[in-house]
């Protein structure tokens, strides 16, 4: 049995009595459109908390296109059925005017600062977004308060920038505990994606050159190139495709997400990608030493 909220009020009460009843809350984050990737993060959540909750919520605040908002796939019920079937003990929903009380317009929301991790590769090509994650996943906090909380490494900058909000909100007494976990992909290689499901046969295809291109900076890597613009340019030389249209294909350390300079070696490097594959606009990335 799942309990399915669609007010934030109702679910920070339901928050609230898990804690005063010393039940360890973990919860997830997702904008619907369920797949295996975020049910693995459920999945770890009801392995290591008492109780797991999660939330449904398609930002409009961190879609800087109004045409990947429109096309982002939506099935409430089914995603509700799949939490259910996972363990997941409730979820909840809102809308924004729900989420922001405090605002009589939805255009005065305060943006909230998504920390220095923020800066480069996806705030640069989409300019905002990370501000919008960021916005929407501290007040999602505030409405889940202390827990364990789930992030897919997919969206690895988003894990940084949900770490920082993490770190400011100790000074609300909020304790978020944020634990990123591993990307899940198809036996191909393509990373899971809500998107995916936008890909034509052929595009997808196509796609598995982004994956290809992260395995070949690896090597790369432990075959000892570890110039930052030579492993970018066999990432490109990879992706090189008339349907494929690459935002970035970079390195930048994990750990302090410097990128490396002569004085500065990157020593926890870990390769990213942003392109659209036809019209769809996908994301991955690779951490390059061996685990
Ligand atoms: P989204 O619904 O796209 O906002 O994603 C919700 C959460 O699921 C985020 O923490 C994502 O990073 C995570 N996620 C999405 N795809 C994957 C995947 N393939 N493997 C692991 N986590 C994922």
Redesign the pocket.
Known sequence: MILALDSPDAAFRWCNQQRKDNQRLGF??????LHQ??L??ISRSVRENDVTCASIFVNPLQFNSPHDLEKYPNNPNKDINILAQAGCNMVYTGSLEQFFPEVDNINHIKPEDPGQSAKGLEEKYRPGHLQGVATIVKRLFETTGSCNAY?????FQ?TLVVKYLARSLKRQALDINVIA?????ETSGL????RNRRLTPSLRKIALNIYRALCLAKEGWSSGAHDPAELERIMLTQLEHPAILVDYASLRDQENWTTSTPDRIISTPRALIAAYVGEVRLIDNLQLLSQ
């Open positions: 997830v984050a997702t904008m619907g459109a990737g975020h693995s993060l992030f897919g490494e997919k969206d988003q976990c591993p990307t899940i992909r990373a899971l994606s809500s």
